[in-house]
C-alpha cells in the first residue's frame, strides 16, 4: 500500500489561505485516509484467515513475524549430521520454495464460483454421509451374519442337547422297565441287593440329568429368542442403511477391510484404539450412525458373548451327562452280572447238593425196601403148611426138648426182640425219608427261584444293552412297554339275537376265544336298551368290589344300531356314548389305567361299499346298522365291525364275518393287539361279501387311546 510522506510544515504567517479553509481541506484528507485504510483493512480481511488475529499495540512487523512463525518447516537434526526439514502438520498449502505452509484462507463473501463449490460441498457432504450409512450398513451386515451364524451354533447344540435329554429319557424308561422286570422273579429272589441300589442310584442321577438338561434347554430357548430378535433388529437397520447407498457398488466387506478396524468385522474381538483404522463415530441421530444402531451393535456383541459362554456350557453339560449316563448304566450292568456269576454260582452248589442228596434217597429208600424184606423174613412163614416151615416146628431136637414145661426154647423171644428192633430202624430211616424229600422239594424250589431270578437278571441286562442302542430312540423304547396282563381278565357280552340271525354262531366264537385267552367270560342275550346300561353297570360294580388285580376287560356290544345307538331287544335305543362312560377312568377305578376293549359288530349307516373282489368265499349277510363314539379318555380301544356310515354284514348260519374273523386271529396268533387287529383288517379287506346278489366290501375301524402294548397271550 502507497505511503503519502507528510509535506514540511511551513509557519501560519507564510500561509495565504485561512486556517478553517486549510482545517477543513485536512479534516477532508484525514476522513479520506481512514476511509481507504478501513476499506483496505476490510477487503483483505475478507481473505484472512478465521484466527487471524490484529493487536494494535504490537507492530505489525513484529505481529506479522509471530503470525507466520507456525507456517515454516520444522528442522530436524539427523544421526549423520544432516537435518530434515518437514512442513507442519495440518491443512493448507505447502509452499516448498518459501519452506512455508500457511493455513487455508476462507473468503467471506461469495466468489464467482461460489454455486460450483457449494455444489461440491453438497456432493461432499452427501458422500460422507452414503459412506458413513456404507461403512455403518457393513458393520450391521457382518453382526447380522455373525448373530445368524451362532444361532446357527445354538440350534445344532439345542439339538445335541434335545438328544441327550431324550437318551436321559429313555433311561429313566429303561431304569423303570428294568425294576418292573426285576419285579417278576420270586419272593425268594427280591431280597434287596447292591443290583436295586444301583438302580435306584441310577434313577436319582437321572432324574437330577434330567432336570439340568431341561435347564440348558429353557435358558437356551431364551437365548434363542434373544439372538432372533437381535438379528431381526440389526436387518431392519441394515435395510435402512442400504437405501442411502442403492447407486455405490462396492461390496460391504471391502468397506470393512478398508476400514482397518477387526473390531468391526469380528464382533468377538476386543476394540483396541488404532492409530490408521477409523474410529467409531459418535452417534447421531440424524446422522448414519444413529443410536439404534449403536445400541443394535452392543446387544449383538453382548449376546454374542453370551451365546459363546452359553455353548461352551451346554456343550460341557452334554458330554458330563453322556459320560455319567453311560458310567452309571454301565455299573448297572456290572452289577447285574455279578448277581448273575453268583446266582450261577450258587446254582451249580445247589445242583450239587440235590444229586447228592438225590442219590442219598435212592440209597435209603433202596435200604428201607431191604430192611421190609428182611423183617418179612424174621417173622417167618404165614401158613405152617409150608414145607420147610414144617419141618422147622416138627424137628426132632425142639419135639423131644420142649416135653418139659420149664425147658421152652427163646427162639420166638428173640425173634420178636429183632422185629421190634428193625421195626424201630425202619420207622427211623422212613421219617429220615421224609426229611430228605422235603428237604429235597425246597432245595429244588430254590434252585427253581435262583434259575428264574438268574434268567430275569439276563433278560434285564439283555434289555438294557438293547435298549440304550443310539439306534433306539425314546418312543421306539416306550413301545416296548407293556400293560400288566398277569391280573385276572374279565368279559362281557351283550348280544341281541332276536332278529340277528347267526349271532349263536358268534356267541360260540367268542366263548371259545375267552376261554383260550383265559377270560372271565359274561353272556347276556337279548338285553333290552335299559339293560344293556343296568348290565354294563352290574359288571363295573363287581370289578370294582374284586379284591385281587384285574388286568384287562373286554365288552362285546353285538345289536343292530342307528347313528351313535344300539337297539335293545324291545325296539328301544340306547346310546353308545353312556356305555362307554360307565368304565372309563372316571367311573370304574379298578379298571383306572388299564385296557378297556369294546368290540361293536353292528352297522353304521346305509351305505354299501360295492369294491373289488380280491378273494373269498361266498357270503350271505344281513344286518342293521351302528354307531361310533371318539373317546375322551386313555386306556380304550373301540373296534367297530364296519367304518361309519356303512353296513356291517352277517351270515345267517356262520355269523358275522368280522367276529369269526376277529376270533380267529386272537386265537391263532400272538403278538401286540393292534398288529392282530391290523390282520383282521387286511383279511377282511381281502374277504368278498355277497350281500342280495351283489359284491359288497366291508373294513373295520379301530379307534386307540392305549399307552402302552397290549399283550393277550
Same mark, same amino acid.
Given at each position: 500500500m502507497p505511503v503519502l510522506i507528510p509535506p514540511i510544515e511551513q509557519s501560519e504567517s507564510s500561509r495565504v489561505g485561512a486556517p478553517q479553509w486549510r482545517q477543513e481541506a485536512q479534516a477532508k484528507m484525514m476522513e479520506a485516509q481512514q476511509l481507504t485504510d478501513r476499506c483496505g483493512q476490510e477487503a483483505v480481511a475478507m481473505w484472512q484467515p478465521? &484466527?487471524?488475529?490484529?493487536?494494535? *499495540?504490537?507492530?505489525?512487523h513484529l505481529c506479522k513475524a509471530a503470525y507466520i512463525q507456525p507456517w515454516r518447516f520444522h528442522v530436524q537434526l539427523l544421526q549423520d549430521g544432516g537435518t530434515l526439514e518437514t512442513p507442519p502438520p495440518g491443512e493448507g498449502v505447502t509452499l516448498w520454495k518459501s519452506k512455508m505452509k500457511p493455513p487455508a484462507w476462507h473468503a467471506r463473501l461469495p466468489l464467482p464460483l461460489n454455486r460450483d463449490a457449494r455444489a461440491l460441498q453438497t456432493v461432499d457432504l452427501v458422500q460422507a454421509h452414503a459412506r458413513g450409512a456404507r461403512l455403518t450398513a457393513a458393520r450391521l451386515e457382518r453382526a447380522q451374519q455373525q448373530i445368524n451364524g451362532q444361532l446357527q451354533l445354538l440350534q445344532r447344540?439345542?439339538?445335541? #442337547?434335545?438328544?441327550?435329554?431324550?437318551?436321559?429319557?429313555?433311561?429313566?424308561?429303561i431304569n423303570q422297565q428294568s425294576v418292573k422286570l426285576r419285579g417278576y422273579r420270586p419272593e425268594s429272589e427280591k431280597i434287596p441287593d447292591k443290583a436295586d441300589s444301583m438302580l435306584i442310584l441310577e434313577r436319582e442321577k437321572l432324574k437330577s440329568m434330567k432336570r439340568k438338561m431341561e435347564e440348558d434347554m429353557e435358558k437356551s430357548e431364551v437365548m434363542l429368542k434373544a439372538l432372533a430378535s437381535c438379528r431381526d433388529t440389526l436387518a431392519f437397520c441394515c435395510k435402512e442403511r442400504l437405501q442411502v447407498v442403492e447407486l455405490m457398488n462396492k461390496p460391504l466387506d471391502k468397506v470393512l477391510e478398508l476400514a482397518g478396524r477387526h473390531s468391526w468385522v469380528d464382533l468377538s474381538r476386543i476394540p483396541t484404539p488404532s492409530t490408521q483404522g477409523l474410529k467409531t463415530p459418535p452417534s447421531d441421530p440424524v446422522g448414519a450412525y444413529t443410536p439404534e444402531c449403536a445400541a443394535a451393535l452392543n446387544d449383538a456383541k453382548r449376546l454374542l458373548m453370551e451365546s459363546k459362554d452359553t455353548l461352551q456350557e451346554m456343550a460341557k453339560n452334554e458330554e458330563d451327562i453322556r459320560e455319567q449316563q453311560l458310567e452309571i448304566s454301565d455299573g448297572v450292568c456290572s452289577s447285574l452280572a455279578q448277581k448273575m456269576r453268583e446266582t450261577t454260582e450258587l446254582k451249580e452248589r445247589m445242583n450239587m447238593t440235590v444229586g447228592l442228596m438225590r442219590g442219598t434217597i435212592h440209597r435209603c429208600t433202596k435200604f428201607n425196601q431191604e430192611m421190609y424184606i428182611t423183617r418179612g423174613l424174621i417173622k417167618g412163614p404165614l401158613s405152617k403148611t409150608h414145607l420147610e416151615t414144617r419141618e422147622k416146628l416138627d424137628r426132632p431136637l425142639v419135639r423131644v426138648y420142649q416135653r418139659h414145661v420149664g425147658t421152652q426154647l427163646p427162639e420166638a423171644a428173640r425173634i420178636t426182640q429183632g422185629t421190634d428192633k428193625l421195626q424201630r430202624h425202619i420207622?427211623?430211616?422212613?421219617? *429220615?425219608?421224609? &426229611?430228605?424229600?422235603? #428237604?429235597?422239594?425246597? =432245595? #429244588?424250589?430254590?434252585? *427253581?427261584?435262583?434259575?428264574?431270578?438268574h434268567e430275569v437278571d439276563y433278560n434285564v441286562v439283555r434289555l438294557r444293552l438293547r435298549q440304550r442302542h443310539p439306534h433306539v430312540n425314546y418312543q421306539q423304547a416306550q413301545c416296548l412297554e407293556a400293560y400288566d396282563m398277569s391280573g385276572a381278565r374279565v368279559a362281557l357280552t351283550l348280544c341281541v339275537t332276536k332278529a340277528r340271525e347267526g349271532s349263536e354262531a358268534d356267541l360260540v366264537a367268542l366263548e371259545r376265544m375267552f376261554q383260550q385267552l383265559g377270560f372271565e367270560s359274561t353272556i347276556k342275550r337279548d338285553p333290552t336298551a335299559q339293560q344293556f346300561q343296568e348290565e354294563l353297570e352290574k359288571f363295573q360294580q363287581a370289578i370294582d368290589a374284586r379284591k385281587d388285580f384285574v388286568s384287562c376287560a373286554f365288552v362285546v356290544l353285538m345289536a343292530h344300531? =342307528?347313528?351313535?345307538? =344300539?337297539?335293545g331287544e324291545d325296539e328301544q335305543m340306547v346310546e353308545l356314548e353312556n356305555l362307554f362312560e360307565v368304565l372309563n377312568n372316571k367311573n370304574c377305578v379298578a379298571l383306572r389305567a388299564k385296557p378297556k376293549v369294546y368290540i361293536v359288530q353292528a352297522c353304521r349307516g346305509e351305505q354299501k361299499d360295492p369294491g373289488e373282489t380280491v378273494g373269498g368265499g361266498n357270503i350271505e349277510m344281513i344286518t342293521k346298522d351302528s354307531p361310533q363314539t371318539i373317546p375322551t379318555y386313555t386306556d380304550a380301544l373301540h373296534i367297530y365291525s364296519t367304518v361309519e356310515g356303512y353296513l356291517s354284514y352277517r351270515h345267517e348260519e356262520e355269523g358275522s364275518c368280522f367276529i369269526q374273523t376277529l376270533v380267529d386271529v386272537f386265537t391263532e396268533r400272538k403278538g401286540p393287539i393292534l398288529e392282530l387287529l391290523s390282520e383282521v383288517t387286511r383279511r377282511m379287506a381281502e374277504a368278498e361279501v355277497v350281500h342280495e346278489g351283489e359284491e359288497r366290501k366291508m373294513n373295520p375301524e379301530v379307534q386307540s387311546t392305549l399307552r402302552k402294548q397290549l399283550y393277550l397271550q
Open positions: 478465521k &484466527d487471524s488475529v490484529w493487536d494494535p *499495540n504490537v507492530a505489525r447344540q439345542r439339538q445335541a #442337547t434335545d438328544h441327550r435329554l431324550s437318551e436321559v429319557r429313555k433311561g429313566l424308561l420207622s427211623h430211616v422212613e421219617k *429220615n425219608l421224609e &426229611d430228605l424229600h422235603t #428237604t429235597h422239594r425246597n =432245595l #429244588t424250589r430254590s434252585l *427253581n427261584c435262583k434259575r428264574i431270578g344300531g =342307528l347313528e351313535g345307538q =344300539l337297539e
